[in-house]
């Protein structure tokens, strides 16, 4: 088997091929690369990384430089120098340790092994998925959750929303008697809400294009929905504003911050963009009274919180190693004969796996 893996993601100080790459839709790259041929490919975006696995036949021509031109065609930008290229072995353990947990900006999170399932789901929806990557999938699958259940890595584990939490926690030491305006519905958002309720904020409001989400997400908090149109006007209220829209372009403008910031009297408005694309125009930091955190931003919270995680996180890379090398072993199996069995002792969402894999 040949398996290439083009990866953007956080640790990247420039995020602009990141941000172009999140702005395609999975389902768009998938048809793109079966019309052009290719029979397998999985993608996984998520705000802090977008990737791409291709695998075929060892003679098959998977050059990368051309998977990112097919990428710069759909994303219509360049997307520079700064993907990071893997190949077979380094491709398959890179996959295995981003469903463990242990390539996310918050090192041990739990929403990189669902945002894995949806890519392998979404694949195979699209025909793009044969033996190879329905096997390394669900291996990845397999082994992210024997990491979250056998060693302490998600113990205490921290999400990109509860890490945007705690900063707007240091911001003001505490947040009880402060408002919070969450844009945006979905799962981060949900996050948020979840982590904000919890540290006692007195008000929290959601806005979401849809209503009907931005309602139900608010009533689970017993919080307050408004009209996605009428979020501007819950500016002037808000002490903090988390952005996780999804949207494909910037929807707090720094004209909305500014009209925003002219009726709030003097107070600071502190902003928390954590979307990809981004949500929040990064010139709204130049308003005298305003200032915008990005994902790049909450990275020094993330620092302090691993500092006494090295034992948990050395026990699920280890687990990593063994299980991408007993995946190594079953690919060169198929060329080489006979062919090995990986089994699965673990179940990853509810459902049983299939357990081996003949010859």
Same mark, same amino acid.
């Given at each position: 088997?040949?398996?290439?893996c083009?990866?953007?993601?956080? $640790?990247?100080?420039?995020c602009? !091929?990141?941000?172009? /790459?999140a702005?395609?839709?999975v389902?768009?790259? #998938?048809? @793109?690369l079966?019309?052009?041929?290719?029979?397998?490919?999985?993608?996984?975006?998520?705000c802090?990384?977008?990737?791409?696995y291709?695998?075929g036949?060892?003679?098959?021509?998977l050059?990368?430089?051309?998977l990112?031109?097919?990428?710069?065609?759909?994303a219509?930008?360049s997307l520079?120098?700064?993907?990071?290229?893997?190949e077979d072995a380094?491709?398959?353990?890179?996959?295995l340790?981003?469903a463990a947990?242990?390539?996310?900006l918050v090192?041990g999170?739990?929403?990189?092994?669902?945002?894995v399932?949806?890519?392998y789901?979404k694949a195979m929806?699209?025909?793009?998925?044969g033996?190879?990557?329905?096997v390394?999938?669900q291996?990845?699958l397999f082994?992210?959750?024997?990491? $979250?259940?056998?060693?302490a890595? !998600?113990?205490g584990? /921290?999400s990109?929303?509860s890490?945007?939490?705690? #900063?707007? @926690?240091?911001?003001?030491?505490?947040l009880?008697?402060k408002c919070a305006?969450?844009?945006g519905?979905?799962a981060?958002?949900?996050?948020?809400?979840?982590?904000?309720?919890a540290r006692?904020v007195?008000k929290?409001?959601?806005a979401?294009r849809?209503?009907?989400r931005?309602?139900?997400?608010?009533?689970?908090?017993q919080?307050?929905?408004?009209?996605w149109e009428t979020f501007?006007?819950?500016l002037e209220?808000a002490?903090?504003?988390?952005s996780?829209?999804?949207a494909p372009?910037a929807?707090?403008?720094?004209?909305?911050?500014?009209?925003?910031v002219?009726?709030?009297?003097g107070?600071s408005?502190?902003?928390?963009d954590?979307a990809?694309?981004?949500?929040?125009e990064?010139?709204v930091?130049?308003i005298?009274?305003?200032y915008l955190?990005? /994902?790049e931003?909450?990275e020094?919270?993330?620092?302090k919180?691993?500092?006494?995680r090295?034992?948990?996180v050395a026990?699920?890379?280890?687990?990593v190693d063994?299980?991408?090398?007993e995946?190594?072993?079953?690919?060169?199996?198929?060329?080489?004969?006979?062919?090995l069995?990986?089994?699965?002792?673990?179940?990853t969402d509810?459902?049983?796996?299939d357990?081996?894999?003949?010859g």
């Open positions: 088997m040949k398996l290439v083009l990866s953007w993601s956080h $640790r990247d100080r420039v602009a !091929a990141r941000e172009a /790459l702005s395609v839709p389902e768009r790259v #998938l048809l @793109e079966k019309t052009r041929g290719f029979a397998e490919a999985v993608a996984v975006s998520t802090n990384r977008f990737e791409l291709v695998a036949q060892a003679d098959q021509d050059a990368a430089a051309g990112v031109a097919i990428l710069e065609e759909l219509e930008t520079g120098p700064q993907a990071e290229i893997r380094a491709a398959v353990d890179h996959l340790a981003v947990g242990l390539d996310s090192v999170e739990t929403e990189i092994l669902g945002q399932k949806t890519g789901e929806a699209a025909g793009m998925t033996k190879r990557l329905n390394l999938f291996r990845a082994v992210g959750k024997k990491v $979250r259940t056998e060693t890595l !998600a113990s584990s /921290l990109v929303p890490v945007a939490v705690q #900063l707007a @926690e240091t911001i003001f030491g505490r009880e008697g305006l969450i844009l519905a979905g981060m958002s949900e996050l948020a809400a979840k982590h904000l309720a006692g007195s929290l409001v959601v979401n849809t209503w009907d931005a309602y139900q997400l608010a009533a689970r908090y919080g307050e929905a408004v009209k501007p006007a819950e209220r002490d903090v504003v988390i996780s829209t999804g372009a929807v707090l403008t720094r004209a909305i911050v500014s009209e925003a002219r009726r709030r009297g107070r408005l502190f902003l928390i954590i990809m694309p981004r949500d929040i990064e010139s930091h130049a005298d009274g305003v955190y990005r /994902l931003d909450l020094a919270i993330v620092a919180n691993m500092a006494s090295a034992e948990a026990a699920a890379r280890r687990i063994a299980k991408a090398a995946f190594a072993a079953w690919a060169r199996s198929l060329s080489s004969g006979p062919e069995s990986l089994k699965h002792a673990d179940r509810g459902r049983v796996l357990a081996e894999y003949p």
